[in-house]
């Protein structure tokens, strides 16, 4: 047993100078495999709203939606206003909240490879079924098979990237994941810009495509080795140590192996995660699994990203312009997540948070404004309103992918105790598909009643949520995960809740 301090999970400190190994090609293919599981999540979100704008998909399935688009006395916000077309959208993530529950215990009972089979085949048999799609049955179908997938993904596969990469680079790993989802946003932007001008199949060869990735993933989980820790967690030791010295590419691997079969022991230890989660000793962290998705969300970006073509069109864009804009704003994104790659470790996440908050609270009233001056049901955006515009767009889009993007998922996963730490992302996971939902249902019916309003709606949300990190979640940037519990104690807010927690233990265990 390698010696050091005991942290608060009762797991020694100084094991992990003792790991050793290297980047092996085993978690060469594991990054891969994280990419092409995120980037399932990010190209299904951008190929939504270019497939929603080309006029042979509304023909055929929203029929309502194209005859809109072409009366000039509608209503410009209103012209994609059906809660059919937003179905199409939305019925994804209310699949993904669902199956990400179910993946939660076939992750843990029979590994993440498990999961990742199981996402990369639910999404391409969505891929298949929508690319065939003849009717909207089949086509809503394929959507929920392409949620289950993804449900099952986001489960297994940042979990299994954790668990086999070196810990000195696991952090930058995991925020290669947040990459991989913009770079299929970008890829799927670019993808309906060229499909766009396939007559009549071109939404089909776009939806289609999604199939690619899933195959990858599919194949990739079925020749990837378990990870150690499942392994041991489920009673099989001697082949866990077989497989860390495999993908550590060396037979000294004591420390590490020592490290995980406590933290096993201490996971097993906990029967019931979620109900321990509501104790009051961990009432700091449930309030950030909670709300830190919830504003991640209401930012507007996934607004932004499903409907950029739908919104562009109806600001007056014509069709290859709006698909083009929207590729824009994929660009954008990805290159903004590689800046917070860069400076997350310096600058530290309140910084980001805050500043890209400001940020994108100034670019959402700059739109509005110009929306509620120059555009409306009796005149169209000029060219050179439309540019500056786009220009807003895109400069919200970067504040979001260097702040709230990557550290909406990233702050969360950080912050939980070993023994809340499953239940934790859980419902940090379920949380954000709920929220993704309820916008991607209800945004088109938002666009039409609220305008111009829209942009301030979100404006309000972006207020409170910069307000609500200067006040309430301390700085994580260096901080052990097995010394995060201190940060707690230290602020001036939570510690007066974690401390009376602590008197009313003692006060217990002395009455005992």
């Not at 050793?20 to 594991?30: D, E, L, P």
């Not at 150690?228 to 099989?236: A, D, F, K, T, W």
């Not at 060396?250 to 590490?256: H, Q, W």
């Not at 607004?303 to 083009?324: D, H, T």
Request: overall charge positive.
């Amino acid at each position: 047993m390698a010696g050091g301090s005991v942290g608060p999970t009762g797991v020694p400190q100084e094991r992990a100078a003792q790991y050793k190994g290297r980047v092996t090609f085993y978690v060469i293919i594991a990054c891969l495999v994280a990419a092409t599981g995120g980037s399932l999540f990010g190209y299904d979100v951008g190929i939504s709203g270019g497939v929603t704008s080309m006029d042979e998909f509304l023909e055929k399935f929203f029929s309502t939606v194209y005859k809109s688009k072409g009366q000039t006395e509608e209503n410009n916000y209103c012209k994609y206003n059906n809660q059919g077309l937003a179905a199409f959208t939305s019925s994804l993530y209310l699949a993904a909240l669902i199956s990400s529950l179910v993946a939660s215990p076939v992750t843990r009972k029979h590994g993440r490879r498990a999961s990742i089979i199981c996402g990369g085949v639910s999404f391409l048999i969505g891929a298949t079924l929508n690319a065939a799609a003849i009717n909207l049955i089949m086509l809503l179908f394929g959507r929920i098979m392409l949620g289950v997938g993804i449900g099952f993904g986001n489960q297994g596969v940042p979990l299994y990237l954790s668990e086999m990469a070196p810990a000195n680079v696991r952090g930058a790993l995991n925020m290669l994941f947040q990459l991989a989802t913009t770079t299929g946003i970008f890829t799927a932007n670019m993808v309906n810009f060229g499909t766009a001008k396939i007559h009549p199949w071109g939404w089909r060869l776009s939806l289609g495509l999604a199939a690619a990735p899933a195959l990858i993933m599919t194949i990739g989980g079925l020749l990837l080795p378990e990870t150690p820790n499942s392994l041991v967690e489920r009673g099989m030791k001697q082949k866990g140590r077989e497989v860390l010295e495999k993908i550590r590419g060396t037979k000294d691997v004591d420390a590490e192996f020592e490290d995980i079969v406590d933290a096993s022991k201490l996971a097993n230890a906990i029967e019931h995660p979620f109900r321990n989660i509501l104790k009051k000793r961990n009432r700091p962290e449930l309030v950030m699994a909670i709300f830190m998705p919830t504003f991640q969300i209401m930012t507007g970006i996934n607004s932004i990203l499903f409907y950029a073509p739908v919104l562009f069109q109806s600001m007056g864009f014509k069709r290859n312009a709006s698909l083009y804009s929207s590729a824009l704003t994929g660009a954008v994104l990805v290159s903004s997540t590689v800046v917070s790659m860069a400076f997350v470790d310096r600058m530290g996440r309140r910084v980001l948070l805050i500043s890209g908050g400001i940020q994108m609270i100034l670019c959402q009233v700059i739109a509005a404004v110009i929306l509620g001056l120059k555009f409306g049901k009796d005149k169209e955006l000029s060219s050179g309103y439309s540019i500056l515009v786009v220009i807003t767009i895109c400069i919200f889009v970067a504040a979001f992918g260097w702040s709230w993007g990557p550290l909406g998922w990233t702050v969360p996963s950080e912050i939980f105790p070993l023994e809340i730490r499953s239940a934790g992302q859980s419902i940090t996971v379920a949380v954000n598909m709920f929220f993704t939902f309820i916008i991607a249902q209800c945004f088109l019916s938002m666009l039409c009643a609220f305008k111009f309003g829209i942009f301030l709606f979100f404006a309000g949300w972006i207020t409170i949520m910069t307000i609500f990190v200067y006040v309430f979640l301390p700085e994580t940037k260096g901080v052990p995960l097995e010394e995060m519990v201190y940060l707690w104690q230290k602020h001036w807010f939570w510690k007066r809740i974690v401390f009376e927690c602590h008197e009313e233990d003692g006060a217990m265990k002395e009455s005992e």
